[in-house]
């Protein structure tokens, strides 16, 4: 079993659905970090969550730490938030355990 | 500013051969790493460092040499390349380590090293 589980793996929607990927982690101590890789694959920081819930324009993230569990909210999603979404988890030897990531499309 | 700079961007060897991976990153950040990303699955730690002088295996470190001799940089050396080692290789930096474990530090990324083994 993956010690960390994104769902899901590939999602398709059209411009101006609400997005929410999913990540269960077995691992890790007390904070969860969102990243999004770019189709041309450069990757950036999104979120850095310890507790409850962060907003950046569009984006929303919120974590569970008794669940071990977190979610990634876009609103009105647009074409341009067409990435892959990776969640990461920080195990007690300083390294980061990551999920698969969520492939998302947003067709226009 | 320039961030966490990579090279090569892309590099193509033959079996046997050695080859050294650049990452420089000009924020003072004590903490550095290697990644690499193969199709399907999730960044693999190969090496990182908590500060300069210090390094430690990730979770595949084997054919990978790294060193810390600066803050500034940490290259990963590929001492006799294989096949599996094709991959794409990142390089990521963080003010410290503890930031990374409690959520307040943001990871820095490069741009990533495309590398075909032949």
């Known amino acids: 079993k993956n010690e960390v589980e994104q769902s899901p793996q590939n999602l398709t929607a059209q411009e101006g659905e609400f997005i929410t990927i999913n990540c269960s982690y077995s691992?890790?101590?007390?904070?969860l970090h969102w990243l999004q890789q770019h189709p041309g694959g450069g990757i950036v920081s999104l979120f850095m969550?310890?507790?409850?819930?962060k907003k950046h324009g569009r984006l929303i993230a919120t974590i569970n730490i008794q669940e071990k569990h977190s979610s990634l909210h876009i609103t009105a999603s647009h074409p341009r938030d067409s990435a892959v979404y990776i969640c990461?988890?920080?195990?007690?030897?300083?390294?980061?355990?990551w999920g698969a990531g969520t492939k998302l499309i947003i067709k226009p | 500013n320039a961030g966490v700079t990579q090279t090569p961007k892309f590099q193509v060897l033959k079996t046997g051969q050695s080859m050294t991976l650049q990452c420089a990153q000009d924020m003072n950040h004590e903490y550095m790493s290697w990644y690499r990303q193969d199709p399907g699955m999730g960044l693999r730690l190969i090496h990182y460092?908590?500060?300069?002088?210090?390094?430690d295996q990730g979770e595949v470190p084997n054919g990978y040499n790294v060193s810390r001799s600066t803050t500034e940089d940490f290259p990963l050396r590929l001492l006799s390349a294989a096949p599996s080692q094709t991959s794409v290789y990142f390089c990521a930096s963080s003010w410290s380590p503890s930031s990374v474990l409690r959520g307040t530090g943001e990871l820095f990324f490069g741009e990533g090293s495309r590398l075909t083994v032949l």
């Open positions: 969550l310890s507790s409850g819930k």
């Open positions: 691992v890790g101590i007390s904070a």
């Open positions: 460092s908590v500060g300069a002088g210090i390094t």
């Open positions: 990461a988890v920080p195990d007690s030897n300083y390294q980061l355990i």
